[in-house]
């Protein structure tokens, strides 16, 4: 086995570390030397271009066109939607000088004082007032809508406490801006993304989400409705996983965004946002890997099959890639990501640890007892089984595992969630069982002094109004008061 898995902490003894050493180990990521950042190694940056890869097609698919927009905002800009800047001012880095120059007693370089800037520039926490700053110059008659943008980028918010792919300084994501003619067509708009989203999260990423809409306070700032998809780790913690905003005319009304209606007369226009992010990889990590390393869903790995051959000379290893070849060929023909690792310079067992640490779907292996009985031995990640199987019809095995694995992946991660489910009237269990984990289904007043009391004395948060429940009214358990609905109440990263 090799030394990386042996050094992986087990998830029972400390879930935080686990995440973090397998980030490491697995070779997804690593700290860089700006504090709150990270890089994104090959393998990682290899699963966010399949995510990616992915969404594009889906976004595209309803008229969603990509476009590129300034990483630097005149801060002037944000100042433009009071709740906006409010919501972001902390978080914010900020460019004041465009110039460095040699210190005088030669220790290195310094700000030169005379190449300030007129007016700062932040570093984009996200993008609405320069979007719409532009889209001003785009929309004049309602012929121009709707008008559907998506970016690929980075963003920064500095952060205090950090962690990767779940909360960093600057990450990686995408964020769509449309424009609209009615508050309608905005809505639909709006609660498309979000199911574009969940279908993404558990048709590919196998992870089995919440849709719901966000309280008042947990609201994006500048939105009228924030809606949100929440998936349980298996720590039992909610992760927020992508969000979709109906923006109202709120940015329409601070850029001045106008349009042209079918009477000739002006009116402003309705807008909605949405992202997500890198943070989809860290939820990947922690909804579904083990004790042994990465548990990836075949949809979304980088590599869906690993072959090893296992051969002594260069002889034997000739004939087992010959043997090997037809099959790797009418695999990648189908789209399945296939490696061959006849590589000497580990041995099988350490090529096997590894790949299992980095949660390749399939593995399979070959040796020169296997070439003369035409087999060949196939181990699924997902349940860490094996056997030994005849070689013939092998490609047809492999497309059914795949899929059964994808399956059984979700399956889990579903059946996991739903156990940890429940419904709870009573605030003081309420206060002991949320330590433990879950999600909470427990009725609301629809306040927000009861809203924070929740969450400053047990640190669980109001996750959403979810849709997959009936609602019922009943009586608030923290206030007594009279409630309309149940809410989501979790612990949350």
């Known amino acids: 086995m090799a030394k990386e898995l042996k050094d992986l902490t087990k998830r029972a003894e400390s879930y935080s570390q686990w995440y973090n050493d397998l980030i490491v180990k697995a070779e997804l990521a690593e700290q860089s030397a700006v504090r ?67 210190r005088e007693d030669g220790a290195g370089v310094e700000v030169d004082p005379a190449a300030r800037l007129e007016e700062e520039l932040v570093i984009r926490p996200t993008s609405e007032t320069i979007i719409w700053n532009t889209y001003k110059n785009w929309i004049h008659s309602y012929r121009d809508l709707p008008l559907k943008c998506n970016q690929w980028c980075n963003v920064m918010r500095w952060e205090m406490r950090t962690r990767p792919f779940l909360r960093t300084s600057e990450f990686l994501w995408q964020e769509g801006h449309t424009a609209h003619a009615t508050r ?34 947990e609201r994006f700032a500048g939105a009228l409705d924030t809606y949100t998809i929440e998936a349980m780790m298996q720590d039992g913690k909610a992760l927020q996983s992508g969000t979709s905003h109906f923006l109202g005319q709120n940015f329409a009304k601070s850029f001045d965004v106008t349009f042209l209606n079918k009477e000739n007369k002006p009116e402003y226009v309705w807008a909605s946002s949405w ?16 004790d042994n390393g990465l548990v990836l869903p ?12 296992i051969f002594k000379g260069e002889e034997q290893l000739a004939a087992i890639r010959e043997k090997l070849q ?13 490696k061959l690792d ?33 087999t060949i031995e196939v181990m699924r990640r997902d349940t860490l089984e094996k056997e030994s199987v005849s070689f013939d019809g092998i490609v047809e095995r492999i497309k059914s595992l795949l899929n059964d694995i994808q399956a059984n992946i979700y399956k889990k991660a579903v059946d996991f969630r739903n156990a940890n489910i429940h419904e709870c009237d009573n ?57 309309k609905y149940r809410v989501l109440i979790a612990r949350s990263y």
């Open 275 to 290: 992202g997500v992010s890198t943070r989809l990889i860290g939820a990947l990590i922690m909804t579904h890997s083990d």
């Open 36 to 102: 709150g950042c990270m890089v994104i190694k090959p393998y990682g940056y290899a699963i966010w271009e399949k995510i990616q890869a992915q969404l594009d097609k889906m976004f595209k698919e309803t008229g969603v066109q990509n476009a590129y927009f300034p990483l630097l905002i005149p801060k002037s800009f944000l100042s433009r939607e009071a709740e906006h800047v409010e919501g972001f001012a902390k978080e914010c880095a900020v460019v004041t000088h465009y110039r460095l120059r040699s």
């Open 326 to 338: 037809p099959v790797i060929d009418e695999l990648r023909g189908l789209g399945i990501s296939v």
């Open 342 to 374: 006849d590589a000497d310079n580990k041995r099988p067992g350490f090529k096997f640890a590894d790949y299992e640490l980095k949660g390749v779907p399939v593995r399979l292996a070959m040796g020169a007892r296997d070439l003369e009985n035409n």
């Open 184 to 217: 309608e067509e905005a809505e639909e708009s709006t609660k498309r993304m979000l199911n574009i989203y969940a279908d993404f999260a558990e048709q590919w990423l196998a992870i089995p989400v919440v849709q719901g809409v966000k309280s008042e306070n």
């Open 427 to 483: 605030y003081e269990e309420f206060k002991e069982k949320v330590k433990k984990g879950g999600f909470f289904l427990c009725h609301w007043d629809g306040t927000p002094e009861t809203e924070e009391k929740i969450k400053e004395e047990t640190q669980a948060t109001i996750r959403c109004v979810p849709f997959m429940f009936e609602q019922t009214e009943g009586v608030d358990m923290v206030s007594g008061k009279p409630a």
């Open 298 to 309: 075949p949809r979304i790995a980088p590599i869906q099959v690993v072959i090893v051959p």
